[in-house]
């Protein structure tokens, strides 16, 4: 759906974005996070059509978004990260004021805003200044404005920031809904912790470039396989011992009482084989897992300045 090939931008001196890549298939919710500064507005701001960058490619169902920017234009909906000021516009007014830009009037431009309306849960608010709604409400707003032209792709810079929890969720509950709508989304965020939950794919942005990227499934699988196996041994450890010591895959052995931390670098096949291996080799095993990681601490680690680096390694590494 959205292909995005080394994308560079400048401003002034400051290089924002150094050779961005990033796909979406469709249908997926992506979530694109990083840290403050790292260039995800930018990047989105470039995909919706509303800067351009030095050089680099956005293609969008194949075609070529840069040079055909109305048709880009009709195949995104954009929520920016902060809304203007409407003061004397109610809600209806406002949604139909926007759908006039996209050249809907009268009955159809009416009945096509109260039913997104009724999408986002503002049917009841249609009579109320925008400037009083809440920030939920606003952000639920802007989303309804953003699918007025029937979108295939959304793009919603930071959307969660400022919500409190059950707000989050309930925006999440809308996003996902969209998607079963057949909608592709790419949603931004600096917190990854507000995506997990949502998306089906992330990539993590640092200073201008893609420092990973992949299915939920894969980087969980990653976020799994950096951590050390836990392996309780109810007797054999001498055997155990010499069994990891030879094995390609093992990086690190620490032994504490009848437990053996190892830095084990392989997949889930590999380690169903070590497993099977101390079996055969009548090791009696009565714990073998991963220790258990987070997102949260694969996004330090691919996101750290290399300084900060030496000292998440160190500290991995001195637990072993
Ligand atoms: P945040 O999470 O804080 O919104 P971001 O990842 O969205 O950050 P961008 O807004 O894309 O990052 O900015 C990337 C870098 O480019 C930042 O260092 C920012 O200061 C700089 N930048 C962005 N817009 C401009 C501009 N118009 N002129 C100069 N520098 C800019």
Known sequence: MLEIRKLQKRYG???????????IPEGEIFGFVGPNG????????????LLSPD??????????ALADNRGLKEKIGYVPDFFGVYDNLKVSEYMEFFASCYGLEG???????????????LEDRADFFVDGLSRGMKQRLCLARALLHDPKLLILDEPASGMDPRTRMEFSAMLKELREQGKTLLVSSHVLSELSGLCTSIGIIEQGHMVLEGSMEHITEQVNSSKPLLIQVFS???KALAILKSHPCVQTIAVKRDEIKVGFLGDRQDEAALLQQLIDADVMVSGFMREKGSL?????????REDEKAVIRHEMESGL
């Open 13 to 23: 001196n400051f290089q924002a974005l150094d050779g961005l890549d990033l796909t």
């Open 38 to 49: 790292a260039g995800k507005t930018t990047t989105l701001k470039i995909t919706a059509g």
């Open 236 to 238: 054999n450890m001498e």
């Open 296 to 304: 949260e601490s694969l996004f330090m680690q691919v996101t750290a």
């Open 55 to 64: 050089s680099g490619s956005v293609m969008i169902d194949g075609v070529d």
């Open 107 to 121: 009955r159809e431009a009416r009945m096509r805003c109260c039913a997104l309306l009724e999408q986002v849960k």
